[in-house]
């Protein structure tokens, strides 16, 4: 029987590894050197768990003193950057493992914030920030509108598998058992809406109001 802390650390390291691989396929879109690559796998991959870590006083965090995090995210990121047209290729499949890794962070998030004393509330929130936090650090570093905030579902995806951790707690359920089913409709829930663009609502603006809001139309003549 797996321990819990080793189940945890599994789910980590391989969240780590999918979004690190998501950090890299991203520095190469934009160009960047193999050390761009490198430092974008590792902030992809790591810094949900960075913050979450820190925001529950767990310092140094795990994937600054464990050197298997820091291997993972360069395993993941020389792959990208020698056999990137195999990864391009596999863009869709990217998509699927992303979902898995959201899946990992989100409810072994939950779990290290139950560790840590945290309410349940709060716990199915970092447990979304540890999913949701290394897309958002590596978009920031790229100059991009995180995809997270307009993406379909992520965030609500991982909030939704982190809930189920806390849920199952407060039914005396195992967390190996809540950890699955979290999991699975955190994954689920991301693939449905990948496969089927769902979206939540946004605001519906004129063609004036876009208009207005265009940069290049405040401009200054020259």
Known sequence: MIAIETFVRILDLGGTFVFAISGAVAAVNRRLDIFGILVLSFVAGNFGGITRDLLIGAVPPAALTDGRYLLVSVMAGLITFFSYAGVDRLRTPVLWFDAAGLSFFAVAGAQKAFEAGLS???????????????????????????????????????????SIVVIGDAAGLSYGLSALVGGALCFALRFMAIRYRWHLPVAHLSAQQRAGMDPSNNQEPH
Not at 134 to 143: E, F, P, Q, S, Y
């Open 120 to 162: 349940p509330v709060m716990a199915a929130l970092l447990g979304m920030l540890t999913g949701i936090g290394g897309g958002i650090t590596r978009d920031v570093l790229l100059t991009e509108i995180p995809q997270v905030l307009r993406s379909d579902l992520y965030a609500v995806a991982a909030l939704v598998g982190a």
